[in-house]
């Protein structure tokens, strides 16, 4: 196991619910690809899925990223900075309160008070547990990381 999957399990990291397999990495450090299958394998048959989708609204996400900005609650990450005008104004935005706590009811959302931006990977990241991470514990989880060596080599401020 790498040292970021150990991290992340030492801080409670469990799959999204239970008897679901934890999500395979797309990335393996160097050190372990030792041994892997190089092999070629099929990809792209087509499945049918079914699932619940929790409507959002457009609304509240616009008034969202109008009082914080497009800007990453959690890394302080800016699409524009590095991607230019064509990552201007492009952000996720998280609910505080996960839809699915809801039961299918709706709810007025207050989007200051209930909605944070966030960029894919932390919005992935805060995801990775249910219920999911809170905005301050993925920040200390990222301090820890750095901390210990794990973190990213360049920060945004660099590149």
């Not at 699409?79 to 839809?99: E, N, Q, R, W």
């Not at 990775?128 to 973190?151: H, S």
Request: charged share 30%; hydrophobic share 30%; with cysteine.
């Amino acid at each position: 196991m790498g040292p970021l999957l150990e991290l992340l399990a030492s801080n409670g990291f469990a799959p999204k619910a239970a008897g679901r397999k934890p999500t395979l990495s797309y990335w393996v450090p160097n050190s372990e690809k030792d041994g892997f299958d190089s092999e070629a394998n099929e990809e792209g048959e087509r499945v049918k899925v079914s699932v619940n989708k929790y409507e959002r609204s457009p609304k509240n996400r616009d008034a969202c990223i109008r009082a914080y900005g497009a800007l990453c609650s959690v890394c302080e990450f800016d699409f524009s900075m590095t991607y230019g005008k064509i990552g201007d104004g492009y952000i996720h935005v998280h609910h505080l309160t996960p839809l699915n706590a809801l039961k299918g009811k709706p709810q007025k959302i207050d989007p200051i008070k209930d909605l944070r931006p966030v960029c894919p990977n932390c919005h992935e990241m805060l995801h990775k547990t249910d219920p999911p991470y809170t905005i301050e514990r993925l920040k200390e989880i990222i301090v820890r990381a750095n901390d210990l060596g794990l973190g990213s080599k360049i920060s945004r401020h660099e590149a």
